[in-house]
């Protein structure tokens, strides 16, 4: 996302979204029941190349791990890490295998774990509560272009949501979100079945073609879970735990890397000032303002993505069908209300206050539409069940990022941290 590249910027590293073949992204366009509404980013404050990417996720971490080796205080072991070396309560390093297979001991005064969604790390470090709604059914289209230039596209269809967006020059990517307790078998063939005769009627006509070639092509689907958890850290002197090991939400907003990089740059201005860490427990307390600074940018993302998913999933609900209809009528009004919620979804506001905002809005905007041309009985009870779900959607949501690290960041005793004194080394 546009924030996300921001903080390569801030982070020295925008170079590594270079000669992969990046695409740009400009938005999405929203489409249901042959209605568009057009998501854009809000850029014009910003330089021409202060865009979304889109790219191959493996080609940019090559990227970025070559980056970092090149440095002269960097030095690179690649190995498996079988387990957290801890002594009386403090992580002193790791145990990990080499590429031989050896078990080997790397030692450190400070762990940074960052081993993704699949973590085995995570157990001690956090309250690790993942919850599994969906999964991605994804595979590789080509031969084809997206109906708008420098757009994804996401398609609100009947039974789950549908998105392609542009990962190369010559090929989209398409993720079918399918809800966990319906996951058809690949090996059978049952997945490809329910992908030609439940999703393909409901894919965009130009993409047809290539939709229908794509599934059919062997070995070409892959399946990737949609892992939800909360950031609840169970603080550990000697380690600190960052990315999708610490705190995930849906993917169908594509928020997971704009919300990595943030923690990042916040991460490196924490450590920045720092001379000696081999108090590890000085450095645990004080590295706890973490957990409050991120908030804005992740809790925003967060928010929005398992809203949005948990409204885009459920079609066949008439108070959700409602609040998709009142989200594409809320984007179609154009000005501030769109551009407010690309700038939520691009990373370019991490403001929860004005999450709260548009959702208020939109949830008043949706009332008044149920209710013209003039209210009735019927009417009422339409519009107080979409307030319900609304809130019923919300709420819990806000309550598990934070209220109080949301919107009172400032009476977090933890946000006044100071660097521990130490010697200098």
């Known amino acids: ?6 903080k390569l910027i801030e982070l020295g590293l925008v170079d590594c979204v270079d000669e992969i073949d990046a695409q740009q992204i400009l938005g999405y366009t929203l489409n249901k029941d042959g209605k568009e509404a057009l998501i854009s980013f809000s850029l014009e404050k910003f330089q021409s190349h202060v865009v979304g990417r889109t790219f191959h996720n493996g080609r940019f971490v ?21 387990s957290l070396l801890e002594e009386n309560g ?9 590429k031989s297979g050896q078990l080997l001991t790397a030692y450190a005064p400070l762990t940074i774990v960052c081993d993704g969604c699949f973590s085995n790390l995570r157990r001690s470090l956090c309250h690790s509560k993942v919850d599994i709604p969906s999964y991605f059914v994804g595979f590789i289209l080509t031969n084809c272009k997206l109906p708008k230039e420098k757009y994804g596209a996401l398609i609100l269809a009947d039974p789950s949501p549908i998105l392609f967006y542009p990962i190369s020059s010559t090929e989209i990517r398409c993720l079918v979100d399918v809800p966990s307790q319906n996951l058809p078998s690949v090996s059978n063939g049952e997945m490809a079945h329910y992908l030609k005769t439940l999703v393909a009627p409901k894919v965009l006509p130009e993409l047809y073609n ?16 949609n892992k939800i958890m909360a950031g609840a850290p169970h603080l550990t002197p000697g380690a600190f735990l960052i990315g999708d090991a610490f705190n995930m939400r849906h993917a169908i907003t ?3 890397m704009t919300v990595a990089l943030s923690d990042v740059v916040i991460l490196r201005d924490l450590l920045r000032p720092l001379h000696d860490l081999s108090d590890a427990s000085a450095i645990c307390k004080y590295l706890e303002s973490f957990y409050t600074l991120r908030k804005p940018m992740s809790s925003t993302i967060n928010t929005l993505a398992n809203v949005l998913h948990k409204v885009f999933s459920a079609p066949s609900d008439p108070a959700m069908e409602n609040l998709q209809q009142t989200l594409l009528g809320y984007l179609k009004l154009g000005g501030v209300f769109s551009s407010g919620v690309s700038a939520l979804l691009s990373g370019l506001c991490p403001r929860p206050l004005s999450l709260v905002f548009h959702f208020i809005v939109m949830a008043m905007y949706g009332v008044g539409q149920l209710l013209l041309p003039f209210p009735s009985p019927k009417r009422l009870l339409d519009g107080a069940k979409l307030l319900w779900v609304a ?12 209220v109080r690290q949301m ?3 400032l009476t977090v005793p933890a946000y006044y941290r100071t660097p521990p004194k130490g010697k200098k080394i």
């Open 391 to 402: 809130s019923s959607v919300f709420l819990p949501i806000i309550h598990s990022e934070g």
């Open 62 to 82: 090559q990227r970025l791990r070559k980056k970092a080796a090149s440095l002269h205080n960097v030095s690179l072991e690649q190995g498996t890490v079988t």
């Open 254 to 256: 594509a928020g997971g």
């Open 1 to 6: 996302m546009p924030g996300g590249y921001l």
């Open 210 to 225: 290539s939709f229908i070639s794509a599934v059919e092509k062997k070995g070409n689907i892959r399946i990737m879970p």
């Open 90 to 98: 403090i992580v002193k390093g790791v145990h990990y295998k080499d």
């Open 407 to 409: 919107f009172f960041p």
